[in-house]
């Protein structure tokens, strides 16, 4: 009997009326993403960047190749020279392409000197496959500061 | 008269997929109909095919691990658990009891993750569209937890072999009792607008029957195993990573139906959620990586290593030859088993329940093709 | 067309050796002559530290009453990291299920089905099985070799598991299964030239007639 009434009278219906009335009135959860910027965790793995020594300005990356090693994809290509005089491999190109990039993290892991980092940039999108790849300068200087790139939060 | 035309036919046939929302990815459902009735269906898979495991043959067994991330893309802590399993069983490895922790804490979020996705895109399949915006935000919480600790939120590279990649951040042991201690609450919640409600009841009742023997005979597991009242459960029936330690039940259902299913992943999350206040409340210290070689080359060897992920029985079948390269890397597919039931679930219904049927099968298309 | 489009299988030893060889130490052992020699990984076994090795099951009630019931059709049972392995005769491999599945073993769950391929061996593919009884909770693996062209009796009578599953050894493998009710490719397109999980198969092949056909692709030259 009771559960006729129930049926008849859709008290269930109504019970989840009122649930969704309860939240029209609360606090709202979704982000506004474009128009406000997305605070990301500190480990997350983002666009890469090439680390250089805060104080001297030179690269960290000892050009081993490691990297390069631990890369799924083997989407990083390391170039150097080794100076003739201290016997030291100097970098000369780092190349990143981030169109085949998983995002693993395996790279940065490897890395002795933290010279290869992901950063929390995310916004990569591009209009060409050519500029996904990116070369050292591009990596040295970070994501959101290159030429013409537009940062979409304002 | 003339011949037969179209107009003519009693027997219909059309195609459901690949572009369909409610398909959940790309699945191509061939049906054939009379008039609104299914008689028969063929699902045409492979939309997604990328060849994961002709990959893993390529790579060495650290780099396997992020590739399977993108198969189950909804559970990638899952997908990652059932492999580093596989290989530090290979190569005897011992893993910290406090990775260990983690590792069941974090599959257990990602179980939660993954039901309330389900629950969202099921019950929007059938019509609900609020439970589908409050299953978001919960799962936003636990997406960013898995932000904070593992640098990704669905791609996440959870695990490593022999442990973890990193620590847990500080204050991520608060955000995590937060979430589990609000969430029974949010899980009424779901019930409240579904459970009772008519016509949820009217739509997920008596569809898709399917006995327990016939499940077993299809091979499915996970919830549709157990939806049918058989209690196979991994992490019960042959316990993997430590969670024979753990205090959970596994609900079974009694009619083997789309309801019952349902129920039985609402009840799955509330005892994920107990699994991991047990967790949190045994986290011992600790290092967080054991002893691993820096080149992992197991022995001539083969290994299967089964847990159960939210959709059921995933494995990984290992072959090592001895070389730093898998010689076969075997994933078994538990959507994959699972989809195969729906030709026989679906004849007889109507098209409509076609949708509530492969919304209950949990289909991830991206772990069916692989 | 390039070399790129041959059909694998057809020619396997112009293919350039990959990193690794195509034909590892074969674990399960293929055919009946090889049973009996000795594994020979088992041999070259750094002594520092005991690794994990196939053994031999001795004690084992499942292997006694299948080698009393099958004398010719049970090759070996070993067992690796506590998980048995019985290497079975292809002839008799559905005799062999069909009495695992209806007998008192009751492995009514099949969990797993797919293949491996030890290219180099005449008989080069390991027909691969998980069956779980769920009485008995027991997990076991039934392997049998096939040569590339042998027909594998089909298992979809037994346990309907496994009709996508051997769509799919089918697809990747290419191996023909007997009896099986609609063998046909799963995941990649019907009208795909070769069978990619194969060893000679390279992973940057493709089937570019395919290719160029349906997507209208061409190849860059490198």
Redesign the interface.
């Known amino acids: 009997m009771i559960g006729f009434l129930r049926r008849i009278l859709l008290i269930d219906i109504f019970k989840g009326l009122a649930l969704t009335l309860r939240y029209t009135y609360s606090k709202v959860y979704t982000e506004q993403y474009p128009r406000e910027k997305v605070k990301l965790a500190e480990r997350y793995r983002g666009a890469p960047r090439l680390n250089n020594d805060p104080e001297t300005g030179e690269t960290l990356c000892i050009s081993c190749d490691l990297c390069a090693e631990a890369c799924p994809e083997d989407l990083i290509v390391v170039s150097s020279v080794r100076d003739p005089e201290s016997r030291k491999k100097v970098l000369t190109e780092y190349t990143f392409d981030t169109s085949r990039c998983l995002f693993c993290g395996l790279c940065q892991e490897v890395c002795p000197t933290n010279a290869i980092e992901l950063t929390q940039d995310f916004e990569l999108a591009t209009y060409d496959r050519k500029s996904m790849l990116w070369n050292r300068a591009r990596l040295e200087k970070g994501w959101d500061r290159i030429e013409g790139h537009k940062v979409y939060h304002k | 008269m003339d011949e037969p035309t179209i107009l003519d036919a009693q027997e219909l046939e059309i195609n459901m997929g690949p572009q369909h929302p409610a398909t959940h990815g790309v699945l191509r459902v061939k049906l054939k109909l009379d008039g609104e009735r299914v008689l028969d269906a063929d699902c045409v898979i492979g939309y997604l095919h990328r060849g994961v495991e002709k990959i893993s043959e390529n790579r060495t067994y650290t780099k396997c691990l992020p590739y399977y991330d993108r198969t189950d893309y909804i559970a990638a802590v899952s997908n990652a658990l059932g492999y580093v399993l596989g290989v530090e069983k290979l190569m005897e490895i011992e893993v910290p009891e406090r990775a260990v922790t983690v590792r069941i804490m974090m599959t257990e979020f990602n179980r939660i993750a993954s039901h309330l996705l389900w629950l969202a895109t099921h019950a929007l399949d059938i019509g609900a569209l609020t439970v589908f915006l409050y299953c978001f935000r919960e799962r936003e919480e636990i997406l960013k937890l898995f932000e904070n600790l593992f640098g990704a939120r669905l791609t996440t590279h959870a695990f490593r072999i022999g442990g973890l990649w990193m620590d847990l951040p500080p204050g991520f042991e608060e955000a995590a009792r937060k979430f589990i201690d609000e969430f029974p609450a949010r899980v009424d919640e779901y019930e409240q607008l579904l459970t009772n409600n008519r016509i949820w009841i009217d739509r997920t009742k008596g569809i898709g029957v399917i006995s327990g023997e016939e499940a077993i005979d299809y091979g499915l597991s996970g919830p549709p195993l157990r939806g049918s009242g058989v209690p196979y459960d991994l992490r019960r029936s042959r316990p993997y990573g430590g969670y024979d330690q753990y205090e959970f039940d596994v609900p079974v259902g009694l009619n083997g139906d789309t309801y019952d299913r349902y129920l039985i992943r609402m009840e799955e999350m509330r005892q994920s959620r107990r699994i991991i206040q047990q967790t949190l409340d045994r986290l011992p210290g600790g290092p967080i990586r054991g002893k691993v070689p820096r080149i992992i080359k197991p022995p001539v060897g083969e290994y299967y290593s089964g847990i159960e992920g939210p959709r059921g029985e995933l494995g990984y079948y290992i072959v090592s030859d001895g070389s730093a390269f898998p010689f076969r890397v075997r994933i078994r597919p538990p959507t994959f088993i699972n989809l195969q039931a729906l030709k026989r679930l679906v004849k007889g219904h109507l098209v409509a329940d076609v949708i509530a049927i492969i919304g209950t099968l949990d289909v991830v298309l991206g772990e069916i093709d692989r | 067309m390039s070399e790129e489009n041959k059909p694998p299988g057809a020619a396997p030893e112009d293919q350039p050796e990959?990193?690794?060889?195509g034909a590892?130490?074969a674990?399960a052992g293929g055919g009946e002559a090889k049973a009996a020699q000795p594994k020979p990984?088992a041999a070259k076994?750094p002594p520092a530290?005991k690794?994990?090795?196939?053994e031999e099951l001795t004690d084992d009630p499942l292997l006694k009453d299948l080698r009393g019931r099958f004398p010719n059709g049970i090759v070996s049972g070993q067992s690796?990291?506590g998980?048995p392995?019985y290497t079975t005769a292809l002839e008799l491999l559905g005799d062999v299920m069909l009495y695992l599945r209806g007998s008192e073993w009751a492995f009514?769950?099949?969990?797993?089905l797919?293949c491996?391929d030890y290219l180099g061996d005449p008989k080069r593919l390991c027909m691969?099985y998980?069956l779980y009884s769920?009485k008995s909770?027991r997990?076991i693996?039934i392997k049998a070799r096939a040569a590339a062209d042998e027909m594998v009796p089909s298992m979809s009578t037994i346990?309907?598991?496994a009709?996508?599953?051997e769509r799919?050894a089918f697809d990747?493998y290419g191996v023909e299964f007997s009896g099986h009710p609609d063998l046909r490719?799963?995941?990649?397109?019907e009208d795909w030239v070769g069978y990619?999980?194969r060893k000679d198969?390279d992973?940057k092949l493709q089937d570019q007639a395919w290719i160029r056909k349906h997507l209208r692709i061409r190849k860059v030259p490198e």
Do not use: N
């Not at chain 3, 990959?18 to 060889?21: A, E, G, L, Y």
């Not at chain 3, 690794?51 to 196939?54: G, I, Q, T």
């Open positions: 990959q990193k690794k060889s590892p130490a674990p990984p076994k530290k690794l994990p090795s196939y690796f990291l998980q392995i009514d769950y099949l969990v797993d797919t491996l691969v998980h769920h909770g997990l693996r346990w309907r598991t009709d996508w599953l799919e990747m490719r799963i995941l990649l397109p990619p999980l198969y992973i």
